[in-house]
């Protein structure tokens, strides 16, 4: 396996547009270490995918950044080391993420997940007009707003997930697997959501095994394999190399 | 000849390790101790052998058991039922029915039946028990606890409730619970490293992984079950065989948790554990138990403190649950640290 | 017909206390996975609060009840900070021998700096008064305290539905780690629940001693016992299946002393518990429970 290029790619970005810097992240679960010191940057504005195959380590990369899994290395949010802050604290520092698996409340209403998703936030009409928002983006939510979220599709589940994460109005979005499990209309639906979000100016951290739908929305991307980043470049290049589709499919 | 695997062997190399302490604790006491330390240290055995029997339960299907001292109870009346003489229950139990009162047998006979009934009565709850999710199987234990101790303190015509069931025979002496404590260790360690053994341990850390490996879950618990059942009912026995009368208020709650707190301290998973969390706790709490009744220490009168062996005792726990879950032990058995240690 | 009535209001009032205790248990295990044997011990504490208030000279039944409630609240808040925060991620048995530990500390902490006896409390008398009303004999405690469950059900339930921390303390019955990314403070969510448990057995501590008029270190240990076995048959860590399971179990006992022979009067706690067995071995994970999944994510 050739080693990954630089840590620090220069010529993409100079160091005041960074959002998130990941350096030497090593991710453990229990004693076991999934990801073995991967470095990665998010720019402002820009959206950066994850792709790899399954067990590569990416749900662990955003579990560490998220706080969930325990890490070492070093991950700087907006010129800020958070690699020592609370789950809490990171969310409140504007971190919002659609986790794999969605993990909506089923046991609470739709409105009530929404709700829950801008807990943080303190303006009322502001979390009013929020909510209102995503409603007229997504009828279906709408109308079963007071429907348990647990009766809704997976599609409908998903779209509820990345809601309930913006409603904390976050700098940044993580996305874990959006895609994952869904019919390929509703798959399509779920990037226009993320292309438009990402017009609007949304930094997205973008992670996904639906790698062709991903690069043709990503930046730029990292491809990683057994815990390591094998691979990274814009969209194009990683589009174009060999090594994407030896690493997703397993044919070298 | 039964062939023993690799891993029962060195059980039973562990099981001859904690034989040798459990020989040299008894003989010691026979030889040095007062009349008062032998009652003690014999009913520290009689709380080990209740403690390998909730070790074979708890520490391998890791389903936590609160009727143990329950069943204790059932095979120490039934044993004292049977070998009590006639004349002595004549006058104890009057209105005994089923002519309860109108025979008496051997100890060996009545041991044995106390035990039979206890497993028949283990094996047919059991069955129901070893179904359910861990919390509701804890509680239908809880409710046997509830059940057996209010049908002793119902039932005084055949139990006598919380008065002394008196006139037992005294059978046992400190040598005979030290090798039934041995025995009760070799089966433990047999049972934990049979394949029976492994594969329930191996559903407790998975049980959807191991039903799917093919592993018979319930059936293996089961038979953990009474087996555990079985050791119990002969604690109960030593414990009749010995003290000469019994009653039901040591068979309840206070007894449930004393021997849990053994267990955890040491650490349920393991033999060693239940053995080394049964005498540090025995002894620990004598010392205790000591300094409740205002001794004077280097000179200083100290007061009389009610309950201070309770606040030790529940401070064990909390504490073993707080910074060691596992107990002191661990996963390790007693050779292994011999093993590392010599190597 | 107006002995059924009877019975059936006694039924009512000996639910609502298992409920009001069964609800104090299942919003802690609903959120921790922990069966909180230590409740019987915060009600304790409301009554050895009741003490001190005696041994003070203050008879204002007000302040009485208040502080008994508060002192419990504090109390389950302090459980949770020493005791089970250590024990938090483990799993269900290590909270629940954790909880027996901090039971059999406390119970012999009032045995040893209090007394291993009784003590009479005196100053809640005064809400037990006999009425009839229509040929039916009731009790005035029976009726403050179904009235209070009623009460305090109506407002958990706004509590659980209106507020975002009420939100968070459900959502967490389900998914904790995901209640925590959306930034609320893991911390506030235990303190909360834990704080809902202590007033739920402040409230039901107020009843027991108007009744009992004495406390003694194992004042909690029996109701407990009962909430316990209550929340199991309503289906552990479900709210409306602990008040459920509070509600059936004061019928079950009602129609135990009732229908059991006096013959077999001191056998009413073994049938109890044997219904109970029942129940589970017939619906393992309790009536209501809520779904449980096995084995690993998708």
Redesign the interface.
């Known amino acids: 396996m050739t080693p990954a290029r630089p840590l620090i790619d220069e010529g993409r970005a100079s160091q005041a547009d960074r959002m998130l810097t990941i350096q030497d992240l090593h991710v453990f679960h229990g004693p076991i270490e999934a990801v073995h010191g991967i470095s990665l940057n998010v720019e402002r504005g820009k959206c950066i995918s994850l792709l790899g195959p399954n067990g590569a380590g990416k749900t662990s990369t955003i579990s560490a950044i998220?706080g969930?899994a325990r890490a070492t290395g070093s991950i700087r949010f907006e010129d800020r080391e958070i690699s020592a802050d609370?789950?809490?604290a990171r969310?409140?520092s504007g971190i919002a993420?659609s986790?794999?698996?969605r993990?909506i409340?089923?046991?609470?209403t739709i409105l009530?997940n929404l709700?829950?998703?801008a807990?943080?936030q303190r303006d009322q009409a502001e979390k009013g007009r929020d909510i209102d928002h995503w409603f007229s983006l997504f009828p279906i939510l709408a109308e079963r707003r007071d429907q348990a979220a647990g009766t809704l599709s997976g599609g409908e589940q998903q779209m509820l997930a990345i809601a309930?994460a913006l409603m904390?109005r976050p700098k940044i979005l993580l996305l874990d697997e959006p895609s994952?499990?869904l019919a390929p209309k509703i798959v399509r639906q779920i990037f226009d959501l993320i292309g438009t979000l990402k017009d609007k100016g949304m930094t997205i951290l973008l992670v996904e095994q639906n790698a062709t739908q991903a690069l043709k929305l990503a930046d730029y991307a990292y491809l990683m394999s057994s815990g390591r980043i094998v691979a990274h470049g814009t969209a194009d290049e990683l589009g174009k190399s060999d090594k994407l589709m030896a690493e997703l499919t397993g044919v070298a | 000849m039964i062939r023993l695997s690799q891993s029962q062997r060195s059980g039973l190399v562990g099981a001859a390790l904690l034989a040798a302490v459990l020989v040299v604790i008894g003989v010691a006491t026979l030889y040095f101790g007062s009349r008062y330390q032998i009652r003690l240290v014999y009913s520290a055995y009689v709380n080990l052998i209740v403690v390998l029997g909730l070790q074979v339960f708890m520490g391998n299907a890791?389903?936590?058991n609160l009727s143990h001292s329950a069943f204790m109870g059932i095979g120490a009346y039934a044993a004292a039922l049977c070998v009590t003489p006639e004349n002595i229950k004549k006058i104890s139990l009057p209105a005994a029915p089923w002519g309860l009162a109108d025979f008496s047998l051997d100890p060996v006979l009545s041991a044995a039946i106390a035990i039979v009934i206890t497993a028949v009565l283990a094996f047919l709850l059991g069955l129901?028990i070893v179904?359910?999710?861990?919390?509701?199987a804890?509680?239908?234990t809880?409710?046997?606890l509830?059940?057996v101790h209010?049908?002793f303190?119902?039932r005084t015509d055949i139990f006598k409730g919380n008065q002394a069931f008196f006139g037992i025979p005294q059978v046992f002496d400190l040598g005979w619970v030290v090798g039934i404590a041995i025995l009760a260790v070799v089966v433990c360690r047999l049972f934990r490293e049979s394949r029976w053994g492994i594969q329930l341990r191996a559903s407790a850390d998975d049980?959807?992984g191991a039903a799917a490996m093919g592993v018979q879950i319930y059936k293996l618990r089961l038979i953990a079950w009474v087996l555990g059942a079985v050791i119990l009912a002969v604690a109960g026995i030593c414990y009749a065989y010995f003290l000469g009368t019994i009653s039901a208020r040591p068979f309840y709650f206070n007894h449930v948790?004393l021997t849990?707190?053994m267990l955890?301290l040491g650490g349920m998973r393991t033999v060693t554990g239940a053995v080394l969390g049964t005498f540090l706790i025995s002894f620990g709490l004598e010392g205790v138990r000591y300094l409740e009744t205002g001794p004077v220490l280097l000179g200083i009168d100290l007061p009389e403190?009610?309950?201070?062996?309770?606040?030790a005792?529940?401070?064990?726990?909390?504490l073993t649950?707080?910074?060691r879950?596992t107990g002191i032990m661990g996963n390790r058995e007693i050779e292994t640290l011999f093993v590392r240690k010599t190597f | 017909m107006e002995y059924v009535i009877q019975q059936g209001l006694n039924a009512l009032s000996f639910g609502a206390e298992y409920a009001l205790l069964a609800l104090g248990l299942a919003i802690v295990f609903s959120i921790m996975g922990l069966?909180n044997f230590a409740h019987g011990e915060i009600i304790a504490v409301g009554g050895y609060t009741m003490v001190a208030f005696a041994a003070l000279a203050i008879g204002n039944p007000v302040i009485v009840m208040a502080g008994a409630v508060i002192a419990a609240m504090l109390a389950s808040l302090t459980l949770e900070r020493v005791?089970f925060r250590?024990?938090r991620k483990?799993?269900?048995?290590?909270?629940?021998?954790?909880a027996?530990?901090?039971?059999?500390?406390?119970?012999?902490?009032?045995?040893?700096?209090v007394s291993?006896r009784p003590i009479a409390v005196t100053s809640l008398y005064f809400l037990d008064w006999p009425i009839e009303i229509a040929g039916i004999r009731l009790a005035s405690l029976q009726v403050f305290e179904t009235l209070t469950t009623i009460v305090v059900i109506v407002a958990l339930m706004l509590f659980l539905?209106r507020t975002?921390l009420g939100?968070?303390v459900?959502?967490a019955?389900?998914?904790f780690?995901?209640?925590?990314?959306?930034?609320?403070?893991?911390n506030r969510v235990f303190a909360m629940a834990f704080l809902i448990s202590g007033l739920l057995a402040g409230l039901a501590c107020i009843f027991i001693m108007a009744r009992r008029g004495s406390v003694d270190p194992h004042l909690g240990f029996d109701p407990v016992?009962k909430a316990?076995?209550a929340c199991?048959v309503g289906g552990?860590g479900s709210l409306p299946g602990a008040v459920l399971g509070g509600f059936l179990l004061g019928a079950v006992e009602v129609a135990m002393l009732v229908m059991l022979p006096q013959s077999?009067g001191?056998?009413t706690?073994?049938f109890v518990?044997?219904i109970?067995?029942l129940i589970?071995?017939w619906r393992?994970?309790?009536i209501l429970s809520?779904a449980?999944e096995?084995?690993?994510?998708?």
């Not at chain 1, 409340?105 to 609470?108: P, T």
């Not at chain 3, 483990?90 to 954790?98: I, R, V």
């Open positions: 998220t969930i609370s789950v809490e969310i409140a993420v986790p794999e698996g993990r409340f089923s046991n609470l009530e709700t829950l998703g807990a943080l309930r904390a994952l499990g | 890791r389903i936590t129901f179904r359910l999710t861990s919390i509701g804890t509680i239908v809880l409710a046997v509830v059940i209010a049908v303190l119902y049980e959807v948790f849990l707190a955890i403190a009610l309950g201070l062996s309770g606040i005792l529940g401070a064990v726990i909390v649950m707080a910074l879950p | 069966v005791a250590p024990v483990a799993d269900p048995t290590t909270g629940l021998l954790t027996f530990g901090v039971s059999i500390v406390l119970q012999n902490v009032f045995l040893m700096f291993p539905r975002v939100l968070a459900r959502a019955s389900l998914d780690e995901m209640v925590r990314l959306t930034g609320i403070k893991a016992l316990f076995v199991v552990f077999l001191g056998m706690d073994a518990f044997m109970v067995a589970l071995i393992p994970d309790g809520p449980i096995k084995g690993d994510k998708l």
